[in-house]
């Protein structure tokens, strides 16, 4: 049963400290995206790779946040310095995006459980 | 900017009737749409979806339109059940620019009540 996994599910930190959240990819998949859940806004896209290649990050508060995938079964989102605004469910997906010029099946993304942020 | 709107937060309906929810777009580019559905502690799981080229999707209790001149999408759930309380969440990708890269709505919280 393939699914995407994300660690850890919960996390309470104080304001300042650093926050980095994991997420396991499905396996094969090659586009890793990241989504920051809030009521205002619904499902915000932070950052998504391709392939590990970061493809864009422009939804990410640059100075604080950074994403990476340092191999083919790790994504990592970290928040440093942690502030209180950042409380919120953050998600990772992935898809086997492929280069086809019409949208299709291939746009479905999957998601983790998510991780819930609370900074105090 | 929001480019794809989901204007009603909330929707409560009884069981066995039909549920719709509607979504609004405004990137004419758009030519794929999704829905996926949420429950509580959760991550959102895909549900059903439409390309650009048709108008209408069905599978089973559930079926997407798509009104392309209006930019309007909706889910029609018949009947409803009380598995179906989730949250809603409409989604847009535009295929030409080969992101997989969706636009998601704020989401509408349905209950269906027994």
């Known amino acids: 049963d393939a699914r995407v996994t994300q660690t850890p599910r919960h996390k309470v930190t104080e304001m300042g400290q650093e926050v980095t959240m994991r997420c396991q990819p499905i396996?094969?998949?090659?586009?890793v995206f990241w989504y920051r859940q809030t009521m205002m806004q619904g499902l915000e896209l932070l950052a998504y790779?391709?392939?590990?290649?970061?493809?864009?990050d422009s939804g990410m508060p640059k100075d604080r946040f950074s994403a990476e995938m340092p191999d083919a079964t790790l994504a990592t989102l970290k928040i440093q310095p942690s502030e209180p605004r950042d409380s919120a469910v953050y998600f990772c997906?992935?898809?086997?995006?492929?280069?086809?010029?019409?949208?299709?099946?291939?746009?479905?993304?999957?998601f983790g459980a998510g991780t819930r942020l609370s900074v105090l | 900017d929001q480019q794809v709107k989901q204007n009603s937060p909330s929707l409560s309906v009884q069981e066995g009737r039909i549920s719709i929810l509607n979504c609004d777009y405004t990137?004419?580019?758009?030519?794929?749409f999704l829905w996926y559905k949420k429950y509580p502690a959760e991550g959102p799981t895909f549900l059903i979806s439409?390309?650009?080229?048709?108008d209408k999707n069905e599978d089973g209790r559930f079926t997407v339109f798509l009104n392309k001149s209006a930019k309007h999408l909706s889910l029609h759930i018949v009947p409803s059940q009380p598995g179906d309380s989730a949250v809603y969440f409409c989604?847009?990708?535009?295929?030409?620019?080969?992101?997989?890269?969706?636009?998601f709505g704020q989401g509408t919280t349905l209950q269906v009540k027994p």
């Open positions: 997906a992935s898809g086997l995006i492929t280069l086809m010029g019409a949208g299709g099946p291939e746009n479905i993304q999957y």
């Open positions: 396996l094969g998949h090659n586009t």
């Open positions: 790779f391709r392939n590990r290649a970061p493809l864009d």
């Open positions: 990137n004419s580019m758009f030519d794929y």
């Open positions: 439409i390309s650009s080229i048709k």
């Open positions: 989604a847009a990708s535009e295929g030409s620019s080969n992101t997989g890269k969706l636009i």
